[in-house]
């Protein structure tokens, strides 16, 4: 690791800034006006499921898509009009990534390199032997966590400020998974901003400071990751013969035989006085995990509270 990146300090431009950005795709659902800054230094996530609009926005972003509406902005520069400039300085993995079929491994990572006019051949050594990949096997040759491997050299070889990656770990055994966020540690510990777009909560409870909700093509929550899990609402095993029939601010209920289990948004005392007398063998009270939180932000209604 030889390149130190600029942190954020006062009056710094934002790595990343969109306003307004709108893009449609007639009936389709596509991003409607939205707004996030994501500042220098930062290991941000994206989260939402599949066709939530995760891919448009950064496809917008990058220039890739052309906005009906607002703008993009990475590092102060706008995509529509510094695109050139912008693309220097990012490091990008799709969701799909394609290479030619017929080409070496390292035939593609030395064509990567000198489309960014880079000599990357230490760098791209250095990722190949973390990732445990054979730089001879031909393309065509390759498992789909090989080609995976393979996208992510050419993401992160030239030692980007700014590395969006879009579902990254898709097809990594949990080995390299491991392996590739020690790797992107590092790159944000030296200063990069990384920008994961990603539906798997745990990676982003795991690495991520802050990050933003999108439901339907809008964002519906920015947060540090800490306060995201932070909610007054508990999950609650029981196990016994018992009836919470009568409890309010019950959500997520889930009961198999003796074994019950919910979310509760209510006053504990409460709680324990329906619980009185009952036939309780086990009780547990604790926090909900980010993944839980992030369904009741997706419940129809729940958002518009945030």
Not at 53 to 71: E, H, Q, V
Not at 183 to 211: D, M, P, W
Not at 274 to 296: N, T, Y
Request: net charge neutral.
């Amino acid at each position: 690791m030889n390149a130190v990146f600029a942190k954020t300090g006062d009056g710094a431009v934002d790595a990343i800034k969109l306003s307004g950005l709108t893009k449609s795709y007639g009936k389709a659902r596509g991003i409607k006006g939205l707004g996030l800054c994501v500042a220098q230094g930062e290991f941000f996530g994206f989260i939402g499921p599949n066709g939530a609009g995760k891919s448009t926005t950064i496809r917008t972003l990058l220039g890739l898509l052309k906005p009906d509406a607002g703008t993009a902005e990475i590092f102060g520069k706008d995509v529509r009009t510094r695109r050139e400039d912008i693309l220097e300085e990012v490091g990008y993995l799709p969701s799909e990534a394609l290479f030619y079929p017929g080409m070496r491994v390292r035939e593609v990572i030395a064509f990567s390199a000198k489309l960014r006019g880079k000599d990357c051949a230490q760098e791209a050594e250095k990722l190949c032997a973390r990732l445990g990949l054979d730089t001879a096997k031909k393309v065509r040759e390759l498992s789909f966590g090989n080609r995976r491997k393979l996208g992510i050299v050419c993401a992160l070889q030239h030692m980007p400020r700014l590395c969006i990656l879009d579902e990254p770990t898709s097809g990594l055994d949990p080995l390299m998974q491991r392996e590739f966020f020690e790797i992107l540690k590092e790159r944000n510990a030296a200063g990069a901003t990384v920008f994961l777009s990603s539906h798997i909560l745990s990676e982003v409870q795991q690495y991520c400071s802050r990050a933003a909700v999108i439901r339907e093509g809008s964002i519906i929550v920015c947060e540090r990751v800490k306060a995201l899990a932070k909610t007054s609402a508990k999950r609650v095993h029981i196990r016994g013969k018992v009836d919470v029939s009568g409890l309010l601010d019950v959500r997520d209920l889930r009961q198999e035989g003796r074994e019950v289990s919910f979310l509760y948004g209510g006053e504990i005392g409460a709680l324990l006085a329906a619980l009185c007398g009952q036939e309780i063998e086990d009780l547990a009270v604790a926090e909900p995990d980010l993944e839980e939180i992030f369904m009741h932000y997706y419940q129809e209604g729940a958002y518009a509270e945030h």
